[in-house]
């Protein structure tokens, strides 16, 4: 990446649109209605042959308090500062308003290189507002339509020779990174992957609304690059961003909070929620982030199922720690409460932080570490095999309707989360309280707690499988006796 590319304006002039055509995926969330976007959205962008960064930010409104709306603008504000280049938006067909005029000369001020453009600028609708654009004295404005594509040459024209600039500038500084390595160098000896900064630890923190998730990712961030506040549902797009955590390469999510399907009718609500669920997937690890006042709501409950079903390492956080006063005794509670409402996570580290203080962090880390490892644990068929015999003997699979039932061997399918067949007689006829018996004995055994466990039960015939190819091939003896009788030898 050669540069960074802040897309800034007013509201519902169409930067997300802008933003989601230059990263060639919908990233971003756009709808007609304005403030849709709060958040500071990263992306690779690729415009012809140009390789950059760029931004997505919340509309720029004419607030200065400690509103939400003050906070958005001096998130975007902080974005102006970071980035290399701001490429300024207004609506052509709205024309120049007091609003665009008044940021303009802001950003004259902060930023060093500003692209003006004139957005929604197809059709003679658009020509009066383009001509009022070269009022604000930043240049001859680009004429874009982000919706539909066109001006795109035109900005790669521009942006070219500032791409020129700050690739030299960066190929001065640039540290050696291409350095060889044996093969098994950045593996272990269970043979996973660890995380590199090419391919990070892929982390989404989930929850309720207001549960803290923006707040406690600032703090691991060390800065406040997520809009926060006392409002409910400030975070809308599933941001992701990666990060250095004291050593550990990571990819971290911060989703929208999921109420109950029932009380979600807003459109961008909606939107947010499936946004959320998609990080879901794409995620190695989740972090269920609750709320220690009102910890284990129903909510709660299907977001850690959604992440089993979906085979994700899952960490339960409880969040507000530093304001809970009875902490032994809350903890014991969340400890019999987790156990009896998740059986299906038995294990699951569960983690007591504090997102405003950043107490608990450190053991967060740990236990996203251990998730990760146990999630890509590897055990040998050997090992799995003697561990079978010794959980038959304890206790051996029923027999119904007198058919006697064998397991006969076990072997590891898969990894990321470990899947696991038994070959065995009969396998429609195992119930599923052995099936779980099996699934908690590896789980204590082999030290996999709250890792998704997949365990499938495999029939295979009581036959010999080596019988036949025994016959088909005989022995030096029949070749000789075959040979004397004048039979043709195999």
Not at 212 to 238: C, F, H, M, V, Y
Request: net charge positive; glycine share 8%; charged share 30%.
């Amino acid at each position: 990446m050669s540069f960074t590319l802040a897309i800034v304006g007013r509201p519902n002039v169409g930067k997300s649109t802008l933003f989601n055509r230059l990263v060639g995926k919908r990233l971003a969330l756009v709808d007609d209605q304005p403030g849709v976007t709060r958040d500071l959205r990263e992306g690779d962008a690729k415009l012809g042959d140009l390789r950059f960064t760029v931004i997505d930010t919340a509309g720029l409104e004419d607030a200065t308090d400690d509103s939400l709306q003050g906070r958005m603008r001096r998130l975007t504000e902080r974005a102006v500062d970071m980035a290399d280049i701001c490429l300024f938006m207004i609506d052509a067909r709205v024309g120049v308003t007091p609003v665009d005029e008044m940021f303009a000369e802001i950003l004259r001020k902060r930023s060093k290189h500003v692209i003006l453009a004139a957005n929604k600028g197809e059709g003679k609708a658009a020509d009066a507002g383009v001509l009022e654009a070269y009022a604000l004295g930043l240049g001859e404005p680009l004429r874009l339509s982000a919706e539909h594509g066109e001006g795109m040459d035109e900005l790669m024209h521009v942006l070219r020779p500032l791409a020129d600039e700050y690739a030299e500038k960066a190929a001065a500084h640039l540290p050696e990174t291409d350095v060889a390595l044996d093969e098994d160098d950045d593996e272990d000896e269970e043979g996973f992957r660890k995380p590199t900064f090419e391919k990070p630890l892929q982390v989404a923190v989930i929850g309720r609304p207001n549960a803290g998730k923006s707040t406690l990712i600032n703090k691991i961030l060390g800065e406040d690059r997520l809009l926060t506040g006392p409002e409910a549902g400030i975070t809308r797009d599933a941001i992701s961003l990666t990060i250095d955590w004291n050593g550990l390469p990571v990819r971290i999510w911060d989703t929208a909070g999921m109420r109950k399907r029932a009380k979600v009718q807003d459109k961008v609500e909606k939107l947010s929620v499936s946004d959320g669920l998609r990080a879901v997937k794409f995620a190695e690890v989740v972090i269920i982030l609750l709320d220690a006042a009102i910890p284990f709501e129903q909510q709660d409950l299907r977001i850690a199922d959604l992440a089993e079903r979906e085979g994700r390492a899952v960490i339960v956080a409880v969040n507000k720690w530093d304001v809970e006063e009875h902490k032994q005794e809350k903890l014991r509670e969340l400890r019999e409460a987790f156990e009896r409402l998740l059986p299906q996570l038995r294990g699951a580290p569960l983690v007591t932080v504090s997102a405003k203080t950043g107490r608990g962090l450190d053991r967060l880390q740990a236990a996203v570490e251990k998730a990760y490892e146990v999630w890509n644990r590897r055990i040998s068929t050997a090992k799995l095999n003697r561990w079978l015999t010794s959980m038959l003997e304890q206790h051996p699979p029923p027999a119904p309707g007198g058919r006697r039932i064998k397991l006969r061997y076990m072997t590891q399918a898969k990894t990321r989360p470990p899947g696991f067949v038994v070959m065995c007689s009969h396998p429609d006829k195992i119930p599923g309280s052995y099936s779980r018996y099996l699934v908690n004995g590896l789980r204590e055994d082999f030290d996999m707690p709250g890792t998704p466990i997949r365990l499938t039960m495999r029939g295979q015939s009581d036959k010999n499988p080596y019988k036949a190819k025994r016959e088909k091939k005989p022995g030096a003896l029949g070749k000789h006796l075959a040979k004397k009788r004048g039979q043709p030898r195999d």
